[in-house]
């Protein structure tokens, strides 16, 4: 079965500071991966995917993650945080024989001034 | 801008009535829709599986019945909640998988719609 895990609930970063949400993947087969992030009463945004090619995916708002075969991660970064990007990341699976995305627990990113 | 329309935001109903919430995919066709529940602090619980011209796929444990899906454009799926109790005050997302050239193989959400029965 595919899955997706976040080993960790909160992440607390300074303004300024670089961040990086952790993000492990379980699937057979090549991974789709996704990260989305959700901020109060909102639906979620797309942040970013990987599919194929570089491992390197660079997405909205200045941010990256990089996608590691070996390791089996997906961690989401970002270089310097903002206050403003606090909010709830959701890292993701999508099951290509459903369609159906299969989501971590989520990680509340708090970005300190 | 949004891709993913979904209205209403809020609703407020009363027990034991219907409330239908509506997903529209705005620049792109979405064959296949997807509709969510959000507990307050928890990660998305998979509702159904919408499929344009065809009946929705439900998960274990969510009553078809109740929760009512239509799929009836390549642009538009809607959530029913027939006979509301306050237990199905929610936070309901819906998504859209996108298959074409330019926004492809990407999932994209709604803002989201709070249920609110009293």
């Known amino acids: 079965a595919q899955s997706v895990a976040q080993p960790e609930d909160q992440v607390n970063v300074a303004e300024g500071n670089p961040l990086t949400v952790k993000c492990t993947y379980s699937?057979?087969?090549?991974?789709?991966l996704f990260w989305y992030v959700q901020y109060p009463n909102r639906g979620l945004q797309f942040l970013l995917k990987y599919i194929t090619g570089d491992n390197l995916v660079k997405g909205s708002y200045g941010f990256e993650a990089e996608f590691n075969k070996s390791q089996t991660s997906f961690h989401l970064k970002k270089p310097s945080a903002l206050v403003s990007d606090s909010a709830l990341y959701f890292c993701?699976?999508?099951?290509?024989?459903?369609?159906?995305?299969?989501f971590g627990t989520g990680t509340r990113l708090q970005v300190f001034p | 801008g949004a891709v993913v329309s979904q209205h209403p935001s809020r609703v407020i109903c009363k027990s034991g009535t219907s409330v239908k919430i509506e997903c529209r995919s705005l620049?792109?066709?979405?064959?296949?829709m997807f509709w969510y529940r959000q507990f307050p602090k928890k990660s998305l619980m998979l509702m159904a599986t919408s499929n344009e011209g065809s009946k929705a796929t439900y998960e274990q444990g969510v009553e078809k019945d109740k929760f009512l899906i239509n799929h009836a454009s390549l642009t538009l799926s809607t959530l029913t909640v027939t006979s509301a109790h306050p237990e199905d005050s929610s936070f309901y997302i819906c998504?859209?998988?996108?298959?074409?050239?330019?926004?492809?193989?990407?999932?994209?959400f709604g803002e989201g719609s709070w249920l609110t029965v009293v």
């Open positions: 993701a699976v999508r099951d290509m024989a459903t369609d159906k995305l299969i």
């Open positions: 699937v057979s087969g090549n991974p789709y």
């Open positions: 620049d792109f066709q979405a064959t296949t």
């Open positions: 998504s859209a998988l996108s298959t074409g050239r330019r926004k492809g193989n990407t999932i994209y």
